[in-house]
């Protein structure tokens, strides 16, 4: 495995530049930019702030080939946004749920009257 190659990948696929990763890190783009060009070994904590800043574990970021040849744009849009809500605090994840539910709930109703509608 190629640690910058896998960097990249998971970078590219989360739609991120270099420069805004580096932001992310308040690292200089140059140094990242070694990091993932195999120029330099990144420190054990630099890969453990690498792999959060990207969304993912330390161990899913070792996977990344694994996860990310799985699933097509836009699971890979739809996972990034489920780990995002899993960082969010217990009140925010509940304001989110409650959203989701009553957007779920406000569909069945419409194609519950729909139905009903169609038949009568």
Known sequence: ???GKTLKKVRE???LSQKELAGLLKMAQA???RIESGKTDPSFSSVV???KA???SFSELFRADEIFSEVNAYDKTLMEKL???DA???TEKKSIYNIVDS???KKKLKDNLSAALSTS
């Open 49 to 51: 702030k690498i792999a």
């Open 13 to 15: 696929a989360k739609g």
């Open 88 to 90: 969010l605090d217990e």
């Open 31 to 33: 140094q990242y930019h």
């Open 1 to 3: 495995m190629n640690l």
């Open 103 to 105: 957007l779920i709930a």
């Open 54 to 56: 990207l969304g993912l």
């Open 83 to 85: 780990r995002l809500i």
